[in-house]
């Protein structure tokens, strides 16, 4: 019979267990999908606010290509000084920009040899050489030079610099001129951060009284560089803010990175897909956690302790 106070108190301390896992199990659950909506909302504006940043960029790169026509009507001194004084916003969004323009082989030989390269600073059209320097391009039907950037030097090549002479920027041109669609053009030679070339095609639908088809004659380019790190620097310090760290990733980058809490988005930037990932760091763990779960187990381990010895003692159970 002295058996049985030992049974109930061991009882009641094993349903006190149960019962308490059971409720910090069920505690846990619902503070983690709480969490993960909570996350889900935030990373779901963040995302929004890299979006709109990026739509932004494109949308000046394209407006941009509407002073082309500009550029014939007024002088260098005068479009400068034009672009400086009433172009602060893309300036603030681009940073830097320039026009490319369809040339053929013999507008080149009269601009490098001509009357017209004496009357006015010598034009060259050049192209990549090794050791990072440029020499003269190899001869062709078609080119298309820089022929204007602001400031200057911001596209890392010079004035003249023929964006068809090879490699990725050419058939970054041949895909434009297919589709009308602005286009990734390559990476930017220079050191440093990710920065990439974005062409923003200039299309006419008539030449000299002639119908084009769509979409139309590829006449040249804006071009502006594109850098993920500088166009999230505003989303990268609101998602701090909140303890979430927010990435633009090239569909180059590889499979995403194993974490608890993680979401991705996809976004189209002129022709590649990229991913806006928004992933929880420490710091958004130690901000939103909200500990109930232990909490609630503890309290639970803690009443069963009581209970059992509250049993035994009633039990008059001695050693």
Request: charged share 20%; with cysteine.
């Amino acid at each position: 019979s002295s058996r049985w106070p030992w049974f109930f108190a061991i009882l009641v301390g094993v349903a006190g267990v149960v019962l308490s896992l059971s409720m910090w199990n069920v505690r846990r659950t619902a503070e983690s999908r709480a969490l993960a909506e909570e996350f889900r909302m935030t990373s779901d504006n963040l995302a929004a606010l890299a979006a709109q940043e990026i739509q932004t960029f494109m949308n000046v790169l394209v407006s941009i290509g509407q002073l082309h026509n500009l550029s014939d009507q007024l002088s260098e001194k005068d479009f400068n000084e034009f672009v400086t004084k009433g172009m602060v916003y893309p300036q603030q969004v681009l940073r830097g920009f320039g026009f490319a323009q369809r040339m053929d082989d013999f507008v080149r030989a009269v601009l490098e040899t001509g009357d017209e390269a004496e009357a006015t600073r010598k034009f060259s059209i050049v192209e990549r050489a090794e050791g990072g320097q440029f020499r003269p391009a190899a001869r062709k039907e078609f080119y298309f030079p820089l022929t204007y950037q602001f400031p200057t030097n911001a596209l890392d090549v010079p004035y003249g610099f023929d964006f068809g002479s090879g490699g990725e920027s050419s058939d970054a041109i041949l895909r434009m001129a297919a589709g009308g669609q602005m286009v990734f053009g390559g990476r930017v030679g220079r050191s440093g951060p990710d920065a990439f070339y974005i062409f923003a095609p200039i299309l006419y639908s008539m030449i000299n009284g002639v119908e084009i088809p769509a979409p139309g004659a590829l006449v040249g380019f804006s071009v502006g560089i594109f850098e993920p790190d500088r166009i999230m620097a505003g989303v990268k310090q609101a998602g701090m803010d909140r303890g979430v760290r927010v990435e633009l990733v090239s569909s180059e980058a590889g499979e995403t990175p194993p974490a608890p809490l993680v979401q991705e988005r996809f976004i189209p930037i002129a022709d590649q897909l990229w991913t806006i990932r928004c992933t929880a760091g420490p710091e958004y763990y130690a901000t939103h956690g909200r500990h109930r779960p232990t909490m609630v187990l503890m309290i639970g381990l803690g009443l069963t302790a009581l209970l059992t010895a509250g049993r035994i003692s009633f039990s008059g159970i001695r050693p």
